[in-house]
């Protein structure tokens, strides 16, 4: 079986993917990919399910060695990488050869790199997932000298890229109210949705940080509320009334109130935000949630159709002999201007 050996690798990269959904009861939130979008992308270059695992890369990659041949894919923030030396594409599907290297460098937008396999990750599943949830102990980072082994890969189709998403520079993030927010007056909401944010240096798994000028956002009665049910995307207020985006490894219940949600399909947006990036909130109503949620969906569905040959330069195609260039047999006595066609 194939697999990719660790040589270097950042700090906290993790096999991630969609999670394990169903285990609140158990104290375990859903964990899986900071960005499920890049997920589903690395599935489409690969021609695979966005169910498989892949790695997770937290603002820098690593060094890895094929032992094997391979299929690779790279998404999410985009990241320098090359393969023995020679620059690779971005939201793109490569081969990889046994012995060759594959370097991947620090993010130069975003924060969530990820490298697919052809196969996915097979590594150990653990209460239904391949998931790493590093705040409960379910896994643990990689390091150095862990292998990476390949599933079982049905396709061999290679060099496909991608037109991605650009979820890397902040935004607005679209929230609906929930059982909280009645909690914050409507002054209160709505200079929530009129202040500018930027994403704070508090950030991990978890959550996010929200940092602004002016005051806090105050609850009434916050310090009374009992703990109920987080799920990701939820805007928890701490006591000085600082929001907090909460993502993949929430956990799973908490007393602090709670404005809001945030769309499944701007979460990716919120994880992806650099220290610093402009972010802002805007309110919309459950159905408008609902409506952008499903087109959201409908699009990521889509992907597949969306992944294009790439356009490369043939000087630097190290698979440029596995091409059939030429179609027919040439002779080299043959007169190249003989059409066959005596009449």
């Not at 999670?19 to 997920?39: E, I």
């Not at 889509?302 to 356009?311: F, G, I, R, V, Y």
Request: net charge negative; aromatic share 4%.
């Amino acid at each position: 079986m194939s697999a990719l050996k660790t040589l270097r690798i950042g700090p906290l990269a993790s096999i991630q993917d969609q999670g394990r959904p169903g285990q609140l009861q158990q104290g375990v939130s859903c964990s899986g990919a900071a960005d499920l979008l890049a997920l589903a992308e690395g599935a489409a270059l690969l021609r695979q399910s966005a169910d498989l695992a892949a790695l997770e890369m937290a603002g820098i990659g690593g060094l890895f060695e094929a032992t094997g041949s391979v299929r690779i894919a790279l998404t999410g923030a985009p990241m320098q990488a090359s393969l023995d030396g020679e620059p690779l594409a971005w939201n793109a599907s490569h081969q990889m050869q046994a012995g060759q290297k594959l370097e991947i460098g620090a993010a130069r937008n975003g924060v969530y790199g990820y490298l697919h396999l052809g196969g996915g990750i097979d590594s150990e599943v653990l209460l239904g997932a391949r998931s790493a949830h590093l705040m409960s102990g379910l896994g643990k980072p990689i390091a150095v000298g862990d292998l990476l082994p390949c599933g079982p890969d049905r396709t061999r189709e290679v060099g496909l890229g991608l037109l991605a998403e650009d979820r890397f520079r902040g935004g607005a993030l679209r929230i609906v109210e929930g059982f909280q927010a009645d909690l914050f007056d409507a002054e209160t909401r709505a200079r929530f949705a009129n202040t500018a944010f930027k994403r704070g240096s508090r950030a991990n798994r978890m959550g996010v940080e929200m940092v602004s000028e002016g005051a806090g956002f105050a609850a009434a009665g916050q310090l009374n509320i009992l703990s109920e049910v987080i799920l990701p995307g939820d805007v928890q207020m701490t006591g000085d009334g600082k929001p907090f985006v909460l993502l993949r490894e929430a956990q799973t219940t908490g007393g602090y109130p709670r404005v809001g949600t945030v769309l499944p399909c701007d979460l990716s947006k919120v994880a992806q935000a650099q220290a610093g990036t402009d972010l802002h909130f805007t309110w919309v109503t459950l159905e408008e949630g609902l409506a952008i949620q499903a087109k959201h969906d409908a699009m990521v569905k889509a992907l597949p159709s969306h992944c294009k040959p790439l356009l490369r330069d043939p000087a630097m195609m190290q698979d440029l002999l596995s091409y059939q260039l030429v179609g027919g047999v040439i002779s080299a006595q043959a007169d190249p201007f003989e059409t066959g066609d005596n009449t």
